[in-house]
């Protein structure tokens, strides 16, 4: 059994999707550090100064100036804040992968389209070997090639 699993793991498909979710986890903490830090504080700020991490609709009967109060105070709350937050990080990381096949699809269509090169030998009638076309004797059996 110990054999068998080693030949499943280390086949081509399962390390290289293993390779593709590390890579993928830390693609997803750089976006979402990015959306956190770089990306809404400046959207907040145009909106007034909104810091959409703190939005949040309180479902106790109490009334809380913060959503750190309202948690501390076990009160639930709906953090809608941190929602749109992840939205946006969704569809940064959707568009960045469409972009990264795309270019991929791109890439791979183009090398299909390449035109097959132009053979430069061809074979001999005669003997079957393999002969550059503009001879016009065989280098192997010496047989006089018809003029193409």
Known sequence: MLKEFKAFA???????????????????????SFVKDVLMPPIGLLMGGVDFSSLYINLGSGSYDSLAL????????LRYGLFINTVV???????????????MNKAKKKEA??????????????????????????AHCTSVLAAA
């Open 89 to 103: 990080d969704f569809t940064i990381i959707a568009f960045a992968i469409f972009m990264v096949v795309n270019a």
């Open 113 to 138: 389209e390449k035109p097959a090169a132009e053979p430069t030998t061809k074979k001999c009638p005669e003997c079957l070997s393999e002969i550059p076309i503009p001879a016009k004797r065989c």
């Open 70 to 77: 309202a948690e501390k105070a076990g009160e639930p709350v």
């Open 10 to 32: 280390m086949r081509g498909n399962v390390v290289d999707m293993a390779v593709g979710i590390v890579i993928g986890g830390a693609f997803g903490k750089i976006i979402a």
